[in-house]
């Protein structure tokens, strides 16, 4: 068994007010914790993996196939693998989360050597 914590995990700043941490994984899956400043945006992108994450604090609006969905705080989401996407922090204060990718992500581009 691993265990992680969070305070253990130095974020990386992915791009301008968007603050995201590698967290515990296996071979088939793992966990990244993230932060999200108001106004900071995640553009557009696509990976292969299956995303599935959870809203602790905050609302967070994602961008994808012409929609916008609001998740907030308790809300739950899942982003196919190789769908494109976004997300914008439009509120006023940090969005909190966690997201679960399987596969693993393994050396994200955001993640500095």
Do not use: K
Request: proline residues 7%; hydrophobic residues 30%.
């Amino acid at each position: 068994m691993e265990r992680v914590s969070i305070d253990d995990c130095e974020p990386s700043e992915a791009a301008d007010g968007v603050h995201l941490a590698l967290l515990a994984g296996t071979d088939s899956m793992n966990v990244q914790h993230f932060e999200i400043e108001p106004g900071a945006t995640v553009d557009e992108h696509s990976h292969p993996h299956d995303q599935t994450g959870y809203i602790v604090q905050g609302e967070l609006t994602f961008l994808t196939d012409g929609e916008e969905i609001v998740c907030g705080s308790g809300d739950s989401y899942a982003i196919p693998g190789d769908q494109p996407h976004a997300a914008e922090n439009r509120g006023d204060e940090t969005v909190r989360g966690v997201d679960i990718f399987s596969p693993p992500r393994e050396n994200p581009s955001w993640q500095e050597d």
